[in-house]
């Protein structure tokens, strides 16, 4: 007993190191321990933090699956940092392998609540659902279980359950905002069944609170929209965007690095030897472009399985190069780039994401900043096809402007200007992409897409290497779950839009569709 504590009292002195900056008097303290308990999880995990504040990306990833591997049922308090840790390394399989070793007797509400999240990052609603209602079992009153529930049957398509799962939360927790963010998203808003005045209020109270504060002007936006009171609406979306964008860090000098450097890369030498027995598919291209739409039409092909968006190829390349970056990409890793194996970044690749993956010989990776990854996808899989979704420019960077993202992704979304400038950034690359690896991308027009679907899928499915199948129409009879932010419109179909969204916000889209209009000159 007194020797655990001993080991507690060193785990936690070398943590107020690590939080201090001290990292190398952090290693020594946290080796020590391993010195003496070298099977210590807790330990294995402190050391991977460590060195992934010290930019060891590798050596972090290695302590991560050391600690993985040493986890045993005495240490089940550590499973919430474990999961954290794998997550932070896209360690899928893992994750899988460490929940499918848990049993109600191990689990509790925080666990269920953290594995819950895991999975749904991992585009797995349907076990997390069951995670939560195991956990809600034993705390059918825990608030945090309901929110993720509730979030978790939008993924799953069961809208009008998410919708009551969601009204009981409010009227619980109102000044939750991202309770009202979901709320409004999950149905046509009317003027005799909305949710202003209750958002408005918390608007009022939720002034130095600007994480909750955005999630309610994004809330409001969109219920005015709706409402068709697109004087308000325009309000509520400026307040959402400068409210976050207050708070999240962008630079626009290093969104010009990362497109300088990916602009000097040009065809070279290719992966050989890479098993090509499954082929991978990429759909990409701008956030809110029609990937998910494009996804959910190929997946219904007998021979293809749409697997959302992972984020496995960034992480091999942050393997690849010792450095993890914390978009997809950053200038670092494209500095690196020239000097990876890309075989290796290729059957990393592949090995990463057999887990998932069924009897089907094509998988869809629909990651829509990959497009950002297209010269080092290109040289690490060359038997991949991508598909490029290209939609119009006011209304992709519109429907940018009024989404909220995760704060790992997007940042240049929050601000009109630096909207279209990223744009233009991207329209660039994609040209370049185009002239330096020809033949090997398709461009797919989300307004042929949705005009002309039969014919656009039968030119989808033959660049793919696949016969068409009528059975790829059949977008609503798909029961398959979907977990980005088009989780609710792609289940309304294929719609052609009669005149764009954007157009009653085209004073306050000036600085926006200005900066577009120079950049395609």
Not at 217 to 245: Q, W
Not at 442 to 455: F, G, K
Request: with cysteine.
């Amino acid at each position: 007993m007194n020797q655990s504590i001993k080991v507690f009292d060193r785990l936690n002195e070398a943590k107020k190191l690590i939080d201090a900056g001290n990292l190398d008097q952090a290693r020594k303290v946290n080796a020590s321990i391993l010195a003496a308990r070298p099977g210590n999880t807790a330990a294995w995990l402190q050391a991977s933090r460590l060195e992934g504040l010290a930019g060891h990306y590798r050596l972090a990833r290695d302590h991560a699956l050391r600690a993985f591997a040493g986890l045993g049922g005495q240490e089940r308090g550590g499973v919430v940092h474990m999961l954290r840790r794998l997550q932070s390394f896209n360690l899928g399989g893992e994750i899988i392998r460490l929940v499918d070793s848990l049993d109600d007797a191990s689990l509790n509400p925080q666990m269920a609540d953290a594995i819950a999240t895991a999975l749904n990052h991992l585009n797995q609603p349907t076990r997390a659902i069951d995670i939560i209602d195991r956990g809600l079992r034993m705390a059918p009153d825990s608030i945090e279980l309901r929110l993720t529930r509730a979030h978790t049957l939008v993924f799953l398509g069961r809208l009008d359950e998410a919708e009551a799962e969601m009204d009981r939360c409010m009227q619980r927790v109102p000044e939750i905002g991202f309770g009202w963010w979901t709320l409004s998203r999950l149905r046509k808003q009317r003027p005799d069944a909305n949710h202003v005045d209750a958002i408005r209020r918390q608007v009022g109270l939720s002034a130095q609170n600007p994480a909750n504060l955005t999630f309610l002007a994004y809330a409001l936006h969109k219920e005015f929209d709706d409402l068709g009171d697109y004087a308000e609406a325009t309000k509520a979306l400026d307040l959402a965007c400068r409210t976050r964008r207050a708070h999240i860090p962008y630079s626009s000098d290093e969104t010009r690095r990362i497109f300088e450097g990916l602009s000097r890369i040009g065809d070279s030498t290719t992966a050989h030897g890479i098993d090509a027995s499954r082929t991978p598919v990429f759909i990409l291209g701008m956030h809110r472009s029609g990937t998910t739409l494009l996804e959910q039409l190929l997946d219904g092909h007998s021979r293809v399985s749409g697997l959302g968006e992972l984020y496995e190829f960034t992480a091999q390349m942050r393997y690849a190069t010792d450095h993890g970056c914390k978009g997809v990409i950053d200038s670092k890793l494209v500095a690196r780039a020239d000097a990876v194996d890309y075989e290796a970044v290729g059957r990393g690749y592949l090995d990463s994401i057999e887990w998932r993956c069924g009897p089907e010989s094509h998988f869809i990776d629909k990651l829509p900043s990959n497009f950002l990854n297209i010269g080092f996808i290109c040289r690490a899989l060359p038997h991949a096809r991508i598909l490029h979704m290209v939609r119009d420019p006011m209304e992709t960077c519109f429907s940018n402007l009024r989404e909220y993202f995760a704060d790992n992704t997007n940042h240049y979304s929050y601000n009109r200007t630096e909207l279209g400038e990223f744009f233009n950034h991207y329209r660039q690359l994609m040209a370049h992409w185009h002239r330096a690896f020809p033949g090997r991308i398709m461009d797919v027009h989300y307004s042929r897409l949705t005009s002309d679907t039969a014919n656009t899928l039968r030119d989808v499915a033959q660049f793919c290497g696949l016969e068409f199948e009528e059975a790829m129409l059949d977008l609503q009879g798909s029961a398959r779950a979907v977990t980005t932010a088009s989780a609710v419109q792609v289940r309304q179909g294929v719609v052609a839009l009669e005149k764009p969204r954007w157009l009653p916000y085209s004073d306050y889209l000036l600085p926006l569709s200005d900066v577009l209009a120079d950049g395609a000159g």
